[in-house]
Every structure is written in C-alpha cells, then in structure tokens.
C-alpha cells in the first residue's frame, strides 16, 4: 500500500524485501512467459512505488566507489537482465521500466552500472520495436547522467548501438532520446579515455548528425516563415527544432579537440560548414518562434566550436585546406551580418547574451588568423551594426546574473577592436568607426 507518509516503516520493509525475494526466487528458474510478465509488472509496480529503493536493495552499506548489496539486488539484477534479452517484446519492455525506475533514483544507479546493466540494455536496443526501444533508451538516458557511467567507461560500449538506434527511429521523441544519450557520452568522457580513434567511427557520427538536422530543415522554414496549417503542423515543426537543436549540441561536442580521429576529417569538416550555411540562409527571417531561437543559439554554439578549433590546429591543417574552410566561413559570417541574425539572438535572454559574446569570440578568431580570404570581414562589420547592437541588448538586460556576460562581451568587444585595428587591410576611414565604436559602453547601473 503506498499510503504512506514518509516511507515504509522498518517492518512494511521487511514485508516488501521478503515479497521481493520470493518474486525473484520464482521467476529466476521460470521458462514460462505468463509468469514471467506477471512477476515482471508486479517488481515494476513494487519498484516504482517503494519510497527507499537502496534501503529495500540493501545498498545503504556502500563504502567509496563499489557498492556492496545483499542477496534480495543480486537476485534482482539477475532477473531484470534476464528480461532485457528476452525474446518476448513487452517482457522486454517491461523489463527496461524496471530498469529506468532504478537508474533514476541517484544512490541506486551506481549500483546498476557496477551490475553491467548498462551493457545489457545496449544490446536490447538491437531491437527494433518502438515500445522496446522507447524504454531502453528512456533507461539509457537516467544512467549516461551519473557520473559513475564514465568513471567505469560504460561509454566504450555506447557509440556504435546509439548510432544504430538514432539511425532506426521512426518517431522525433526515439530520435531525441538516442540524440541525448549519445551528448551525454561524448560530453561526459574522459579525454584520456579516446572513445573515437578511428576515421570511420567519427565519420559515421558526423554522417548521421547532420543528416539528422538536414533531414527536417523544411519544417523549421516553415515555422520561421508561418507556412503550413493546423496544429499538427505546428507540433511536426516543434518536434523537428527540439530533435535539430539536441543534434546540434551532440555536433559541438564531437567536434571538442578530444574526439578529433588521428586522421584529419577534412570532408565532415565542409559537410559541417555546409549545413550552418544553411541553416544561416533557413533562420534568417524576422520574428522566429521561440523554438527556433534556441535552434539558433545551438548551431552558433558548434559553429563557434568549430571556428575555435580551425584556429587552433591552423599549423596543422593543410593550407588548401584551411583557405577551402575559411571561404566557407566567410560566406557564413556574411549571411549572419548581412541577415543581421544576432537581432533574433539578442532577444534570447541570458543565453542570448552569452552568444553574442561567442559570435564576437568567433570574429575575433577569423581576423587572428588573417587570412587573405577574410580581407572584406572588417569592412562588412563595420559597415553593420553588430558592436551596438550587441552591447545594447546587454544594457537592457536587468537581472543580476545577466552582469557577469555583460563583462565577458566587453572582453571580447575589446579583444575584437584590437583585432580589427591591428589587421592589415583596415582602412583610416574604417579605424574611425571602430574608435567611435569603441566610446559605446552599455549602462551596467540599472537594477
């Protein structure tokens, strides 16, 4: 009975352990599938409404990293794992509820990744049902949040079934969970540890990301223009800028120094530029939808990954290369400028301010290269009005944590004059309207 207050007393505990043990004992040896869905829906209702799950497990006498557990969680685990693999699809299902339930509690995931949990739910995801896949991946997501996935580097076994999962969806929220699972690894892997080594692998990633957001770019047109009707419509358009933005920041994270392969992606480095062309082009109407100003800010977010990372390792890039890349960007930054897309950005809240001050960072980073193929970016910034804008929307930014960008974006407002002073091409008349730019402070006494 679930009436209770504050938990189960030590002798409802008891109860529950014992009915727990005698669940598993039946179910351990049992070949029979009604038993077995039965005793499976009766452990998802008994773990989904206890109030102290590691208590009930017996996992309360951990010390540091490896936790100990009595008799009652090794028979559990043993029968979920069971069920994961089962050929039955809602025994499957129903299983990974099992799972997900445990994994969600914070004392109880450790244990279930030191159980080898997560193993078996990867290769469930070999499955292709919805309602199988939709619960795994739901399970996957609870525990790729622990620090304890990484730590053990569960993650070595997460690419490869992700990638196939995300690539097997049929329904934007499947695709969203896999989108997630997959951030989380890339995000939350130690750099020692090299998840990506091979071409292929990263190759096969970058593929599948940007095929991801190139896939639904018609309905983010069509919410940013207003075209289609009704509310599916708008509803087929949220789903598509939610998937593109979760795609987006798995991109950004792919693209970290960490995951680089030993060879060179020169391709996936123009299919990437590419796509935030695009994507420029699609987002540069007025009025976007909320949705699609987050999309915005996630695509600028890897863009500025991207730019910081050419610069980095320009020594190291092949010079074709490189001029091949920075003609992409400057064709990007044009239609950001000329698009004036930071107008749409600006209006994003505090994230907002955050990325303007990225978008000045990725300026400053083209002119530090000064290459020959950026000899019109100066101008065209001078000639818009980025810098005041920037700093205006800041002014008008009243909350208390809102300060601390308004002293980053002056960093880099100050950091991108004495880029643009210094670079060669700069003309008398275009050193004016940086100077007069330069005078243009934003009021940081309101509030």
Request: with cysteine; net charge negative.
């Given at each position: ?56 497990l017996g996992l309360d006498n951990g010390v540091g990293s490896e936790q100990q557990a009595d008799s009652t969680a090794t028979h559990l ?56 896949m939709r619960e795994v991946l739901s399970a996957l997501c609870e525990l790729t949040r622990h620090k304890a996935f990484f730590s053990g ?97 798995a991109l950004a994270q792919l693209w970290s120094a960490s995951h680089l392969p030993y060879d060179w992606p020169d391709q996936a480095m ?178």
């Open positions: 009975d679930g009436g209770g207050s504050g938990g189960e007393s030590c002798t409802d505990m008891s109860m529950v352990r014992g009915m727990l043990t005698q669940i598993t004992g039946v179910l351990q040896p049992s070949s029979s599938l009604d038993l077995l869905m039965n005793g499976f829906v009766l452990l998802k209702h008994i773990l989904s409404t206890c109030a102290g799950l590691s208590e009930l685990v043993d029968v979920v794992k069971r069920g994961l693999v089962h050929s039955d699809a809602l025994l499957q299902a129903t299983a990974a509820q099992c799972c997900c339930t445990l994994a969600s509690q914070p004392d109880v995931a450790p244990w279930c990744l030191q159980s080898d949990m997560a193993e078996f739910l990867m290769e469930a995801l070999s499955s292709k049902h919805d309602i199988i580097h569960h993650s070595v076994y997460g690419l490869e079934p992700i990638a196939d999962a995300i690539q097997a969806a049929k329904s934007p929220d499947l695709k969203l969970f896999g989108l997630t699972i997959l951030t989380n690894i890339l995000s939350g892997s130690s750099p020692s540890l090299k998840l990506i080594s091979g071409i292929a692998m990263f190759d096969r990633l970058h593929t599948l990301l940007v095929q991801t957001v190139a896939l639904d770019l018609g309905k983010v047109a069509a919410a940013c223009t207003g075209a289609g009707a009704g509310r599916d419509a708008g509803d087929s358009a949220l789903d598509a800028t939610a998937v593109q933005c979760q795609a987006w920041r123009q299919d990437c530029l590419s796509l935030v062309q695009q994507c420029v082009e699609v987002h540069k109407q007025t009025g976007l939808p909320t949705a699609v100003c987050q999309l915005q800010t996630e695509m600028f977010k890897a863009f500025y990954v991207v730019a910081q990372l050419l610069h980095e390792l320009q020594d190291v890039i092949s010079e074709d290369e490189f001029s091949l890349y920075m003609e992409q960007i400057m064709i990007i930054a044009d239609g950001v400028i000329n698009n004036q897309l930071y107008h749409q950005v600006g209006l994003n809240g505090d994230a907002g301010c955050i990325l303007l001050g990225q978008l000045l960072e990725v300026f400053n980073i083209l002119l530090l290269s000064q290459h020959v193929t950026l000899v019109q970016l100066p101008l065209i910034i001078a000639q818009s009005d980025l810098l005041p804008t920037s700093l205006g929307y800041l002014s008008m930014r009243a909350s208390s944590s809102a300060w601390a960008f308004v002293t980053e974006l002056c960093c880099s407002v100050a950091e991108f004059h004495s880029g643009l002073l210094n670079y060669p091409d700069c003309t008398l008349e275009m050193r004016a309207q940086f100077a007069a730019l330069s005078n243009y402070r934003p009021n940081c006494n309101a509030g």
